[in-house]
């Protein structure tokens, strides 16, 4: 395992002249709103490492290498990694192969685990013994450096293979828009605007209230990302419902703190919030979702996908209610699938 800014420097040398790096992260998100990252680990074709980045004072040398615009991610379900990676580094990478999605795309099960994948293409099997483990420890056990090498060991092998079936099904282009999709910023810093969509419970209560709650949500997504914690340690989501309806209230110090925070962000003075999305399908709109479901699931049988691949259940009901910013209406998506919808119109 990596630990001195030496052993850094001679692991970069080394993998200098890769482009194609195996990428896998080991992060804690306990008692924080961002994630710790612990462990990133890397393979190539000429050497696989631990880098251990609680002992590391210096990491830009190890991000200039992984941003370079040459640089492809190879990772298994990317979307956390980058996300704790973006964190320390403020990059996204520049080429990403998500080999999760990729899998899915030629009919392995939706969001098949790395071990799954692995041993349905290598016939190796990895064990999952460290899942749970705190990987803040110090000293980590020799086995837990061993599993950790492990998720990236195999990923090389696993994106050669599943390029080929890609390129030889014509899915490459799919696979190229779906890491564009994961490469987009906003995923990575989410507006404080949006946080009342995560208030379990808002959809249900008097609409008269909905506003106070999207604000309070806003609010405490700032508050939480101010201070580096969790949402809940600052204001659970039902006593946010609950103060909302006026059924509690917040302490002195967070009423003020709260006052304070709307003074300051006009915009959440005057923030919208599109309840109706998430309300429960009337029987018109769930025999227009029947309908759809039918003529996506011919499609998806044509390309040997999951329907799930194409358009999820909660996407389908938001087009039927008018929203075409659904990722079936876009991209590969979008082309394989116009057709269906001007004919369910």
């Given at each position: 395992?990596?630990?001195?800014?030496?052993?850094?420097?001679?692991?970069?040398?080394?993998?200098?002249?890769?482009?194609e790096?195996?990428?896998?992260?080991?992060?804690k998100?306990?008692?924080?709103?961002?994630?710790?990252?612990c462990?990133?680990?890397?393979?190539?074709?000429?050497?696989?490492?631990?880098?251990?980045?609680?002992?590391?004072?210096?990491?830009e040398?190890?991000?200039?290498?992984?941003?370079?615009?040459?640089?492809?991610w190879?990772?298994?379900?990317?979307?956390?990694?980058?996300?704790?990676?973006?964190?320390?580094?403020?990059?996204?990478?520049?080429?990403?192969?998500?080999?999760?999605?990729?899998?899915?795309?030629?009919?392995?099960?939706?969001?098949?685990?790395?071990?799954?994948l692995?041993?349905?293409l290598?016939?190796?099997y990895?064990?999952?013994?460290?899942?749970?483990?705190?990987?803040?420890?110090?000293?980590?056990?020799?086995?837990?450096?061993?599993?950790?090498?492990?998720?990236?060991?195999?990923?090389?092998?696993?994106?050669?293979?599943?390029?080929?079936q890609?390129?030889?099904?014509?899915?490459?282009?799919?696979?190229i828009?779906?890491?564009?999709?994961?490469?987009?910023?906003?995923?990575?810093?989410?507006?404080?605007?949006?946080?009342?969509?995560?208030?379990?419970?808002?959809?249900?209560?008097?609409?008269?209230?909905?506003?106070?709650?999207?604000?309070?949500?806003?609010?405490?997504?700032?508050?939480?990302?101010?201070?580096?914690?969790?949402?809940?340690?600052?204001?659970?989501?039902?006593p946010?419902?609950?103060?909302?309806?006026?059924?509690?209230?917040?302490s002195?110090?967070?009423?003020?703190?709260?006052d304070?925070?709307?003074?300051?962000?006009?915009?959440?003075?005057?923030?919208?919030?599109?309840?109706?999305?998430n309300?429960?399908?009337t029987?018109?709109?769930?025999?227009?979702?029947?309908?759809?479901?039918?003529?996506?699931?011919?499609?998806?049988?044509?390309?040997?996908?999951?329907?799930?691949?194409?358009?999820?259940?909660?996407?389908?009901?938001?087009?039927?209610?008018?929203?075409?910013?659904?990722?079936?209406?876009?991209?590969?998506?979008?082309?394989?699938?116009?057709?269906?919808?001007?004919?369910?119109?």
């Amino acid at each position: 395992m990596i630990q001195t800014q030496a052993q850094l420097y001679d692991f970069l040398k080394t993998i200098q002249g890769e482009t194609e790096l195996a990428i896998d992260t080991e992060f804690k998100r306990v008692s924080t709103y961002y994630p710790v990252l612990c462990l990133v680990q890397i393979a190539t074709k000429s050497a696989t490492d631990c880098i251990d980045v609680l002992a590391l004072d210096d990491l830009e040398p190890l991000f200039d290498k992984l941003y370079q615009n040459d640089c492809v991610w190879i990772v298994h379900s990317a979307r956390q990694d980058i996300e704790a990676m973006h964190c320390l580094s403020g990059r996204l990478p520049q080429q990403l192969f998500d080999t999760q999605i990729a899998a899915s795309l030629l009919n392995h099960p939706i969001q098949i685990s790395y071990q799954a994948l692995t041993e349905s293409l290598q016939n190796v099997y990895l064990e999952k013994a460290y899942t749970r483990l705190d990987w803040t420890t110090r000293p980590l056990p020799e086995a837990a450096i061993e599993y950790a090498l492990d998720d990236v060991r195999y990923l090389i092998k696993n994106y050669h293979q599943l390029k080929v079936q890609l390129q030889a099904e014509n899915k490459l282009d799919w696979i190229i828009e779906e890491a564009q999709n994961l490469l987009n910023i906003d995923l990575y810093l989410p507006p404080i605007d949006q946080a009342w969509q995560r208030v379990k419970g808002l959809s249900r209560i008097n609409k008269n209230a909905h506003v106070l709650a999207a604000q309070l949500a806003a609010w405490r997504e700032h508050r939480a990302q101010s201070n580096n914690r969790p949402r809940k340690w600052i204001l659970a989501d039902e006593p946010l419902i609950a103060h909302a309806l006026g059924e509690e209230k917040l302490s002195n110090k967070a009423q003020k703190s709260f006052d304070d925070f709307l003074a300051q962000h006009i915009s959440i003075q005057n923030i919208e919030v599109s309840i109706g999305k998430n309300q429960p399908p009337t029987k018109t709109e769930k025999a227009q979702k029947v309908v759809l479901q039918k003529l996506i699931q011919e499609k998806a049988n044509q390309y040997n996908l999951a329907i799930e691949v194409m358009a999820s259940s909660k996407s389908l009901l938001k087009y039927i209610r008018g929203d075409r910013s659904v990722m079936f209406c876009q991209g590969w998506r979008y082309h394989l699938l116009q057709g269906e919808l001007k004919n369910a119109k």
